[in-house]
């Protein structure tokens, strides 16, 4: 989980769960999705992402293996 917005430092694509907790992702396109307890997550490359409000995020999040094939945006091709 970012502590702080991370966009001027670039981001890996990754998935990821919500345990407990909100927060926004913010995709390279501007485009933001908000997500919650329960709620599973692809952030793409060069995403920014923060909590929402007091209550601490808790995400599981996984980094893709090398050998998961990509589009050529760099966006994991989930099945």
Not at 71 to 78: A, C, K, R, S, W
Request: with cysteine.
């Amino acid at each position: 989980m970012h502590a702080r917005r991370r966009a001027e430092e670039g981001s890996a694509a990754h998935v990821g769960y919500i345990v407990s907790g909100r927060m926004i992702i913010r995709g390279p396109d501007g485009v933001e999705v908000e997500v919650g307890p329960g709620d599973a997550f692809e952030a793409p490359p060069g995403h920014d992402a923060w909590v929402l409000g007091d209550e601490p995020c808790v995400a599981l999040d996984f980094a893709p293996d090398p050998g998961v094939p990509s589009n050529q945006d760099g966006n994991l091709t989930l099945p």
